[in-house]
């Protein structure tokens, strides 16, 4: 049976919780009424079965995630993880840089330094708490509309990717073996 790439992902986590759903119950309690190696043998009976399906379900689970891997590989999409993840740091870089304040006009800025090359009172100025320095940025308005764009593009391009990732996963298909097994479980 052929199954595409979403579908095969979502059976995977389906198998993960059949699997953690089997009971291996390694213990029994027996009373005064009951005959012990009856009650033992019932329930070591009832724990092979229940090993047995888990194994079943955990090869089942891992055969589907080789193929998927191979499947992955084939189209790709491998590589196109790796370039979302760098578009979406530079996603991050840029939106923080597009976040910085804009440097002070030139004359701004002079007119500050001036201002406290004149000062004569030194003293009042610390003990006011004013600083003997003018800070600004190193970032113009451009630099910011840049650093903005910038991270529209990696954004769009990232979208892009991710769109053809999606492509992948619903168009892509892997052979499912044990499908009876599977069918049995409820899992197709």
Request: charged fraction near 40%; proline fraction near 0%; charge should be negative.
């Given at each position: 049976m052929k199954i595409t790439l979403r579908k095969a992902n979502a059976l995977q986590l389906a198998i993960g919780e059949a699997v953690k759903n089997v009971d291996?119950?390694?213990?029994?309690?027996?009373n005064e009424f009951q005959d012990g190696e009856v009650e033992i043998a019932k329930v070591a009976t009832?724990?092979?079965t229940n090993l047995a399906r888990r194994e079943r379900l955990?090869?089942?689970?891992?055969e589907i995630r080789k193929s998927v891997s191979v499947a992955n590989s084939a189209a790709g999409v491998d590589v196109k993880?790796?370039?979302?993840a760098q578009l979406e740091k530079q996603v991050q870089f840029y939106n923080g840089l597009a976040a910085k304040s804009v440097?002070?006009?030139a004359k701004v800025v002079e007119g500050q330094l001036n201002k406290?090359?004149?000062?004569?009172?030194?003293t009042r100025r610390s003990i006011y708490?004013?600083?003997s320095t003018?800070?600004?940025?190193?970032?113009?308005?451009?630099?910011?509309?840049?650093?903005?764009?910038?991270?529209?593009?990696?954004?769009?391009?990232?979208?892009?990717?991710?769109?053809?990732?999606?492509?992948?996963?619903?168009?892509?298909?892997?052979?499912?073996?044990?499908?009876?097994?599977?069918?049995?479980?409820g899992l197709l």
């Open positions: 291996i119950k390694t213990d029994v309690k027996v009832e724990l092979k955990v090869d089942a689970m891992y993880l790796a370039d979302v440097r002070e006009d406290l090359r004149e000062s004569k009172d030194d708490g004013y600083a003018v800070d600004t940025s190193v970032l113009t308005a451009e630099d910011i509309k840049s650093f903005r764009t910038a991270a529209a593009a990696a954004k769009k391009a990232k979208q892009k990717l991710q769109d053809e990732l999606l492509e992948i996963n619903v168009r892509t298909e892997i052979e499912v073996a044990d499908v009876d097994f599977l069918t049995a479980e």
